[in-house]
């Protein structure tokens, strides 16, 4: 549909249709089986690591320290995918090496949004094999140049169209594309491309600023449209009158945190709410504050600094106690074992002394137990 009018779609399925990932998962599903048919694993004196493969709905890389076996590889998927009536695109379907340039190409290659790419460094910062030697590279993920340029430009169209607009409309309009970029990002190596979007965004805001008030000086713009805050300065309002205070985040503090792998077999419907709620903050089986509290200790009890274990007693426990004025708020709350929430509160009263007629009455939250009693 396009103003109005309807085109039949003759071919293919619509571009951003939340159909197109679910056929494409189900047409690709058994492509991994094919090339683990073709080149299986070998141990002994004929050892042989099989091609890995990674795939996301249409989008997949086979890596491989042998260049024959790539190529073979891009010949029994093209082969796989004649049954079905589909190919691979020759423009988006390239060899890449990692470390050294290939056919005149850049080393490396871009994966969702992602390049990942190997760079020669000295024996202190050198990767490791799995037999200990050092590999004389390291690999990095970053963002992709090419996502930087379309970040950028999505920046630069949303300062644009708002020449006339408030401060406050720009900064709403802005804050939710620069969370979200970031939060992509967070988790590769991004720290310095960060601290450079973030200049990049100032030197559009400052030409925004100078636009709107051409008769100005320096001193005068950065007073009226920026603020010295804890973080520096900022690009935000004064908040007069009834207007609440409106910041323009920035993408440097979104905090750089490498993605861990989910463990072996794991799945979220294993009943194993311990683990989902420490690495996911959230599950369906923990009340929030205990997900939560789950989350920022990392799964540790905050007494004896053991990991928790599916089975195990857990409850929520006041930091300070609500009989010496604690708080009911997060930064007062930890989730400790049952028995080591009785350890604290012997402890507790001991200190407070025999004589001391007064009680601890605070009670635990929630009682998390093994998932039989759940």
């Known amino acids: 549909m ?13 571009q951003g249709g939340v159909i197109s990932p679910l056929l494409a998962n189900i047409a690709l599903h058994g492509m991994e089986n094919r090339i683990k048919q073709a080149f299986p694993r070998k141990g002994g004196k004929n050892h042989f690591n099989p091609p ?30 004649k049954g079905m009536g589909l190919e ?13 340039k290939y056919e005149k190409q850049k080393p490396g290659f871009d994966f969702l949004g992602f390049n990942i790419k190997q760079y020669p460094v000295g024996k202190y910062q050198s990767g490791k094999n799995t037999q200990g030697t050092l ?31 408030p401060q406050e409309a720009l900064i709403h309009r802005l ?26 965004t100032y030197l559009k805001l400052r030409a925004w600023s100078k636009r709107r008030h051409p008769q100005k000086n320096g ?25 609440k205070k409106m910041r323009l985040i920035k993408h440097s503090e979104t905090p750089i945190v490498r993605h861990v792998k989910v463990q072996g077999e794991r799945s979220p419907y294993d009943g194993d709410w311990i683990y989902w709620s420490t690495r996911m903050g ?49 930064d007062n709350l930890q989730l400790l074992h049952r028995h080591c929430h009785d350890t604290k509160t012997a ?15 605070e009670e635990p939250y929630e009682v998390k137990v093994s998932r039989t009693v759940l």
């Open 2 to 14: 396009d103003g109005g009018k309807l085109f039949p779609t003759s071919e293919g399925t619509p």
């Open 52 to 81: 890995n493969m990674i795939r996301y709905a249409d989008d997949f890389v086979i890596l491989h320290e042998d260049l024959t076996v790539v190529q073979r590889c891009q010949q029994i998927i093209s082969e796989w995918l």
């Open 88 to 100: 691979l695109k020759p423009s988006k379907t390239r060899l890449a090496h990692t470390l050294h």
């Open 135 to 165: 590999l004389g590279f390291k690999t990095l993920i970053k963002p992709s140049p090419k996502k930087l340029k379309i970040h950028a430009e999505s920046l630069r169209n949303v300062i644009k169209t708002h020449k006339a607009a």
């Open 175 to 200: 804050n939710p594309i620069i969370r979200g970029w970031a939060n992509y990002y967070s988790t590769v190596v991004s720290k310095e491309i960060f601290n450079g979007m973030d200049n990049l």
């Open 219 to 243: 001193q005068w713009i950065s007073r009226r449209y920026w603020l010295v805050q804890s973080e520096g300065w900022t690009f935000a309002t004064k908040g007069e009158g009834k207007k």
């Open 282 to 330: 959230m599950h369906p089986e923990a009340t929030a504050r205990v997900a939560t509290l789950l989350k920022k200790q990392k799964g540790t009890c905050a007494h004896c600094g053991l990991y928790f274990k599916d089975g195990d007693l857990l409850e929520v426990d006041h930091k300070t106690p609500r009989s010496k004025g604690g708080k009911n708020t997060k």
């Open 347 to 361: 402890k507790d009263k001991a200190v407070r002394g025999t004589n001391d007629n007064s009680r601890i009455t």
